[in-house]
């Protein structure tokens, strides 16, 4: 047979299975994946792990060793009574506090409240945004009401929510969740428009698939690339904001050791003892750089306009 | 006169490592000579956008070329420096692109950009230069050109914007034009005029002209001479008149075969043939704007009264903004129409509800035009198959049975329903797509496009597919297309609109040899290559 003819076809013949990368697999390659979630994941550990890593009660009181330098040793004694020698590797503040312990837990806070923002987030976002992008009379007014939630400045709202229910965890993450709410909606707005009008939603929809199947089925998988990308962003901002709320005095109650909290109380002493301010805000930049660069290297592995895929010959 | 502007030479182009094959190009040469225009002809994958990009020395960073030259006037281009590049490109060679709109600066006059091309290049003053942009303007045969000198590209049709960037290439006289698909995006009455332009003024200044097709109408309205490319390989290389007429390589007769005659092949079916779907007075007004806004209405389709008849494949041609695809969508139920109602099987099935979309969505399917995005990326071609029968509630394992067998229909291998669509080809996706119509067993198969984004030799196997298919399933199918070859070769009948408006309907012979109205006419008359005979070389 002529070899033109057999290359024709070729078009007829099944492929063999796709070779390239998997999307896991090419994340495992993006350099800005591996840092930062390698930073990440390190963090979260040292958090969640803090009771094993040789820290003592963050909120402990102790008179006696006030304001002591980063690796300055003393004596700690427990409510009980009970002394040890103990090594104050980031100093103590002018209550006699552990930094050390203080910041590992702190990091607790802070990663929950990251975390969880960015989940509520998301969840109410995609709920109005896909409602908003599919029912066209709902998408005017729904809208404007976001515009309007934009338009209301996140710390104002916190000092009102605080002042309404009591400062606490749940008080903070409301306040950061509704802000970041409309961001979320209309990103997915968007993306379920341009969707919407795709060949293949229009294919599904000739043979007969129910809306909320069409939605769920069809246009919510191709949404999530972008919606995890806006997520990490969203947790490192949240992350920040925690830290500026407790700073200010309207986040959590200042007996909560949180990286905010932290540094408000050290800002007082700054120039004398700057470490009271500086490592907490080095875990906390060290975080949001993390967070934010494995959302950079979410964003260019799964979003085919950074990387290119074999979606098309 | 017949000196070699441009030679290529054994040129050989590396692919990245992990692409499909090895050498974009491998040992190609040929030459284009003072006043000749050259084809460069080639499927999808073949390699001539990448010849055209090495000699303007434009190829991407991840492609170089590893041997071989490319002289223009002797010198050679591989070897020169990118200072020298870019004073050569403009003076000496110059290019067209297949869409005019993303070539151009949309935030610049057509004047101005023209006229920055002469104030690069040239010391002239710029009201020398004014002149000269003006007259090249008139040139090319655009109307009133201290308008157009003045107006920004999106304010000019496509035809007027590629008139611009022929102007544009031009201006300086250079010695090689490269035409990289220049006529593609153009509808076929616009597409004659601007291949008529080329020409023209290719003879007037004895410019050398690489042009880049994959249509051989257009070969065989221009050529002087015709290289066929196949996977970065030369394959033929010779006179238009003898590549056309005597191919020598069995790729180059396959390829002429596949182009589809201007002749109509079917006959219509008998007058008393049952109707399957009529129209009345069908209409479509678009609203943009209101609320605060200015309001625009477009009428995208007026009065189009259609009937289909039970086993035919009804054919509506057009060119773009023919109101063809609203026609075919509205068929489908996909938009409510704003006027006149649609009959299917004697009742009336406009503004369905609930239950009765269904129904008439077992009965009615499309395939649409793109198959790279008319397959939802995150579902296996299984999934995507399976889900018109599951909607309508068949059960999980019989729809599988049935997606098997269409598997085979379609000549595809059922193993593929396991797999994602992006490991196919653009002929095997709208395999799978006309598989998926199939699935709810339909009566009446509307095909917008279907086959418009696919080669030549692809197009001939699923029209060929489309033909058996309807043959032993007794379908009825409307075929929506802007390719008159196309239409003549698998419709019965012919509706031809224009402006939203049915211009004329009859039997393919009828309106193919004895059209009656001037604008079936003129479309006959405008189609590439309209005299040649091809598929049977």
């Known amino acids: 047979m002529d070899p033109a003819l057999t290359e024709l076809d070729a078009e007829r013949a099944i492929p063999a299975p796709a070779v390239g990368p998997t999307a896991w697999r090419r994340l495992g390659k993006n350099w800005s994946v591996r840092i930062g979630g390698t930073v990440l994941a390190l963090l979260l550990l040292a958090s969640l792990a803090a009771p094993l890593l040789g820290t003592i009660d963050p909120s402990l009181i102790d008179p006696v060793n006030r304001d002591l330098l980063p690796g300055a040793t003393g004596e700690v004694m427990l409510l009980t009574g009970e002394t040890f020698p103990y090594k104050f590797w980031l100093g103590t503040d002018s209550y006699g506090r552990d930094i050390y312990s203080r910041v590992l837990y702190g990091g607790r806070v802070s990663l929950v409240v990251g975390v969880t923002v960015a989940l509520l987030s998301l969840f109410f976002g995609v709920l109005i945004g896909l409602a908003a992008g599919t029912i066209r009379w709902l998408d005017g007014v729904v809208m404007r009401v976001m515009d309007g939630l934009m338009a209301i400045p996140g710390i104002l709202l916190a000092i009102a929510l605080v002042a309404l229910w009591r400062a606490s965890i749940w008080t903070v993450i409301v306040a950061i969740t509704i802000p970041e709410i409309p961001r979320v909606v209309r990103l997915v707005r968007s993306l379920v428009l341009s969707i919407r009008e795709e060949p293949y939603v229009e294919a599904a929809r000739a043979l007969g698939t129910p809306t909320l199947a069409l939605m769920l089925r069809h246009i919510l998988p191709n949404t999530l690339a972008p919606l995890i990308v806006q997520g990490t962003y969203i947790c490192a901002s949240a992350i920040l904001v925690e830290a500026i709320l407790s700073f200010l005095g309207v986040g959590l109650p200042t007996d909560v050791p949180t990286w905010g909290n932290i540094m408000a109380e050290g800002r007082l002493q700054f120039q004398e003892f700057p470490h009271n301010v500086l490592f907490p805000g080095i875990f906390l930049a060290l975080t949001v750089l993390a967070v934010n660069m494995l959302g950079d290297g979410l964003r260019d592995t799964l979003d085919p306009r950074f990387a290119k895929r074999g979606d098309r010959p | ?537």
């Open chain 2, 1 to 537: 006169m017949n000196a070699p502007v441009l030679v290529i030479d054994a040129l050989t182009v590396k692919l990245p490592s992990g692409a499909d094959r090895e050498l974009a190009v491998r040992d190609v040469s040929f030459t284009v000579n003072a006043g000749e225009v050259r084809c460069l002809v080639g499927e999808s994958g073949s390699g001539k956008s990448i010849i055209a990009q090495t000699v303007m020395g434009l190829l991407p960073r991840n492609l170089r070329p590893t041997a071989g030259r490319v002289l223009l006037n002797g010198e050679d281009l591989l070897q020169t420096g990118a200072e020298r590049l870019r004073r050569l490109r403009g003076e000496k060679l110059a290019m067209i692109f297949q869409e005019p709109m993303t070539a151009l600066n949309p935030v610049m006059r057509c004047g101005a950009q023209i006229d920055e091309l002469l104030a690069q290049h040239t010391s002239m003053s710029s009201a020398q230069r004014r002149d000269r942009v003006l007259q090249m303007l008139e040139h090319v045969r655009l109307p009133d050109p201290p308008r157009i000198y003045s107006a920004y590209p999106h304010q000019l049709s496509g035809g007027q914007r590629q008139r611009i960037m022929i102007a544009m290439a031009l201006i300086l006289k250079p010695a090689l034009l490269i035409a990289d698909e220049p006529t593609t995006a153009l509808d076929v009455t616009t597409q004659a005029e601007i291949l008529k332009l080329i020409r023209e003024l290719q003879r007037e200044n004895g410019t050398a002209v690489l042009f880049i097709t994959h249509d051989f109408g257009v070969v065989a309205d221009i050529a002087d001479g015709v290289s066929v490319l196949r996977l970065g390989d030369l394959v033929e290389s010779g006179s238009a008149r003898e590549v056309l007429g005597n191919p020598q390589h069995a790729y180059t007769r396959i390829l002429l075969q596949a182009v589809p005659e201007l002749v109509s092949r079917k006959p219509a079916l008998p007058g008393d043939t049952a109707c399957v779907m009529r129209t009345r007075a069908l209409s479509k007004v678009f609203v943009t704007g209101g609320w605060l806004g200015g309001r625009r209405e477009v009428v995208a389709a007026k009065d189009v009264d259609i009937e289909v008849k039970r086993g035919e494949t009804l054919g509506i041609v057009g060119e773009s903004g023919s109101g063809k695809s609203t026609l075919a969508r509205m068929l489908a139920q996909l938009i409510e129409p704003s006027g006149g109602e649609i009959e299917l099987e004697g009742s009336t099935v406009s503004a369905l509800r609930g239950a009765a979309v269904q129904a008439f969505r077992r009965k009615v399917q499309v395939v649409f035009q793109d198959p790279y995005r008319s397959l939802n990326p995150r579902r296996t071609v299984g999934a995507a198959i399976t889900e018109g029968p599951l909607n309508f509630g068949t059960a999980r394992n019989e729809a599988w049975q049935r997606a098997q067998e269409l598997m085979q229909l379609v000549r595809l291998s059922p193993q593929v329903l396991q797999r994602y669509p992006h490991e196919f080809s653009g002929g095997q996706r709208q395999r799978i797509c006309i598989a998926r119509a199939l699935a709810v067993q339909p009566e009446l198969l509307i095909a917008d496009e279907a086959v418009s984004a696919l080669d030549v030799s692809v197009q001939a196997q699923i029209l060929e597919l489309l033909d058996e298919i309807q043959q032993r399933l007794k379908l009825t199918i409307v075929f929506i297309t802007h390719d008159l070859r196309v239409a003549a070769q698998i419709c019965n009948r012919i509706v031809v609109m224009q402006h939203g408006r049915v211009v004329e309907q009859g039997p393919v012979v009828q309106v193919f040899e004895q059209p009656r109205e001037a604008y079936t006419q003129a479309l006959i008359e405008a189609a590439p290559g309209k005299g040649f005979r091809f598929g049977v070389a």
